[in-house]
Structures are given as C-alpha cells and as structure tokens.
C-alpha cells in the first residue's frame, strides 16, 4: 500500500465500510475519512502513520455461543460468550429476535470478550445475530453469526388456594310459653327459651302484646344473655285479663351474631 486510493480500497471505503462503522457518507475516498476509520479520531492522520498502523494489524475473529440453558421460564437472562478481537474493531452488536421479528440490540461491544447478558426475555421464542466489523490484517472485514434459538415459557400463575367452605350459620329458634305466677290468677309468667346463638351473647327480645281486637303494643325490649351453649331461658311476668284473651308475640335478635329468631307466640 503506497497510494490514497492502495489505501482506501483495502480499508473498503468502496464496499461500504464507512457505513458498516457508522460514519455514512459518499463512497468517495478521501484520506480524512480513511484517517477516522483507522485512527477513529476527527483529526486525520498521516499516511505514513495509517500505511504504518495497517501493516501492524492483526485479525478480526467472531467466535460466539450461548452459554448454559436454551430454555427456561421469564424473566430468562441469556449468557452470550463472545471472544475478544484483534485488528481495528469498529462495532460488535448482539441483535435479538423475538418469534422471527427484530426486537432490538445490545450497546456497542467492541473488540471486547466475555459472557454478556444483552436483555431479559419474556415468554417465546429467542433468536440472537452476532455482528463485528472492522479492519484485520487483511483488510476491511463484516462478520455475522447467528446463534441457537432460546425458548422461554410465561411463569405459571400460582395455584389459588381453595377457599374455605362457609359453616352453615345455625338456625336460630325460640318457644313462648305461658307459665302460673304467684297470687292473682291474672299474674302469669311468659317463658322464652331458645337455641342458636353464640355463646354468652346478649339477645334483644321484643315482645308484642295484644288484647282481643286491639292494636298490639310493644314494650321496651328485654336483655338477657346466653349460656355457654348458646341457650336462653328467659321469664317474664304478665298480666292476663280475666275473660279477655290475652296474646304474646316474641321474636329474638343476637347483638353480637345478628342472628333473628322465627316469632313465636303464646296466649292467656
């Protein structure tokens, strides 16, 4: 190599390689752009320096494959080994492919080697192109290889847990009954009892009274508190009129279990 144009085609200016190392422009060759593809720097050099940096180069090699599984579930993390380079190396790429369509590339790797990891994958099929390009001993060279395919599974959605089957909510039943008091005949006793509740909750008993035809009237509800069972065994005095008849409508409401009992009723 002795002369610009000696220079310029071993360098490849007219196969394209200003493009290929990112600089573009017209495939003209001009020792400023044969200078930035050797030197990589704005300020050319001369060319006894280039003819001097050409004649010391060694090859460009690519040797790449991937390393460990093919397969796995996301988010996969493929190693890619590369071997490091010789000569002027302008741009090492690892291209990936996601189900045969291009999905991007790594940063710029350079002469470097190594294990690399360019990107995470999700669920498909993987495809990765290794690119390095540059100047060797033998002049302009643009190497490609493309490596095994990667396939990746979505991760399995956890098993749901099976919920628990809901406890039947006991049925809440109370019973009236009407009991003798003490004194009068008049004086009775109206007995309340009933099962469903929670242990030791308090029960709200309303109690409608009607005489014959009249209007019923309720009183102030009445508390009482179940056993450890859940029962009630509740009293009460009342009056029974004498030659009239006299009726009892109960119902019972846990406070704490909202529980309603069925309205059970008595009469006198």
């Known amino acids: 190599m002795n002369t610009l144009k000696e220079i310029g085609d071993f360098v490849g200016i007219p196969q394209g ?16 752009m044969v200078s930035l593809l050797v030197t990589r720097r704005e300020r050319p050099a001369s060319m006894r320096t280039i003819i001097q940096t050409l004649r010391n180069l060694t090859p460009i090699t690519l040797e ?28 090492t790429f690892i291209a990936y492919y996601l189900n045969g369509n291009a999905t991007g590339s790594s940063d710029n790797l350079n002469s470097s080697g190594g294990d690399f990891t360019p990107t995470q994958l999700g669920p498909g099929t993987w495809q990765f192109v290794v690119s390095r390009s540059g100047i060797s001993n033998n002049g302009f060279v643009s190497l490609s290889k493309t490596l095994d395919t990667i396939t990746v599974s979505a991760r399995p959605q956890p098993t749901p847990q099976p919920q628990p089957t809901p406890q039947p909510t006991p049925s809440v039943f109370i019973s009236v009954a009407i009991e003798f008091g003490v004194g009068r005949l008049e004086n009775r006793v109206l007995r309340i009892t009933g099962n469903g509740f929670t242990p030791a909750e308090q029960v709200e008993l309303q109690i409608t009274t009607r005489v014959d035809s009249d209007n019923p009237s309720t009183g102030s509800p009445q508390i009482t508190t179940t056993d450890n069972l859940g029962f009630i065994d509740f009293k009460q005095g ?25 309205v059970a009723g008595a009469s006198c």
């Open 64 to 91: 790449a494959q991937i390393v460990g599984s093919r397969s796995g579930e996301e988010p996969f993390e493929p190693v890619i080994r590369l071997n490091a380079s010789g000569g002027i190396t302008w741009r």
């Open 238 to 262: 009342v009056f029974c009129t004498v030659g009239r008849r006299t009726t009892f409508q109960v119902q019972a409401i846990g406070l704490i279990s909202s529980r309603r009992s069925n």
């Open 17 to 32: 390689s200003a493009e290929v190392a990112g600089y573009g422009g017209p495939r003209t060759t001009r020792l400023s």
